[in-house]
């Protein structure tokens, strides 16, 4: 039950494995597939509109909409679970969140592309919370300038990532497919925007 740093060059991981007991992340994971306003929706990319391959919502305490891939989420107000977990990880990281993009993988065939949350929004240097639960998943680092190997990091179920210091500014993330995966994963992010 502590943040492990993992070493990476320009920028900042650390990971608790543990975050979570296992009878917390079990219910969180029920309660916020049955109880989080999931959305699917649409983007455009290259012209062409089609469903994300994914589901998602977002929720602040700030009415400034979240602005990606040519769409913007209206926040809701905080699920009170979600509301308690942003609470308990304020404590354990000593940083301060106001809204969080909360996405549901619903198997192996959902994912996220190359990016970086690096959203003018999030002000430079950003410290994002990242909790996993349901089914592990592979998330994959890889540098911008390609001057350092990939990275991969299993993140199991109840498990925190904190990225932090100029990791977004020099690096992406990817959440791959994985076909063989039949089960759902929720992922939360916690972030400050200003
Ligand atoms: O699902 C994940 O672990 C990553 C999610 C992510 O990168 C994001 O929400 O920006
Ligand atoms: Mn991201």
Redesign the pocket.
């Known amino acids: 039950m502590a943040l492990k740093i993992i070493p990476i060059v320009d920028g900042e991981l650390a990971i608790d494995e543990d975050f979570l007991s296992l009878a917390q992340a079990d219910n969180l994971l029920e309660l916020f597939l049955t109880e989080l306003p999931w959305r699917h929706d649409q983007i455009t990319v290259f012209g062409k509109s089609h469903l994300m391959p994914r589901m998602h919502c977002y929720q602040s305490e700030i009415s400034i909409n979240y602005q990606y891939s040519n769409l913007s989420l209206t926040p809701d107000s905080y699920h009170p679970k979600v509301l308690q977990l942003k609470r308990y990880i304020e404590a354990v990281t000593g940083v301060s969140y106001n809204a969080v993009?909360i996405?549901l993988?619903r198997n192996g065939l959902d994912k996220?592309g190359w990016?970086s949350?690096d959203e003018p929004a999030l002000g430079t240097n950003p410290s994002i919370a990242?909790i996993?639960l349901g089914v592990e998943r592979c998330?994959k680092l890889r540098h911008k300038q390609k001057d350092a190997a990939d990275m991969s990091l299993e993140?199991a179920h109840g498990s925190l990532l904190q990225m932090s210091g100029s990791l977004q500014a020099n690096w992406q993330?990817s959440?791959p497919v994985r076909k063989r995966i039949s089960l759902a994963r929720i992922?939360l992010?916690f972030r400050y925007i200003k």
Do not use: E, I, R
């Open positions: 993009l996405n993988y996220m990016h949350d990242s996993s998330f993140l993330h959440l992922n992010t």
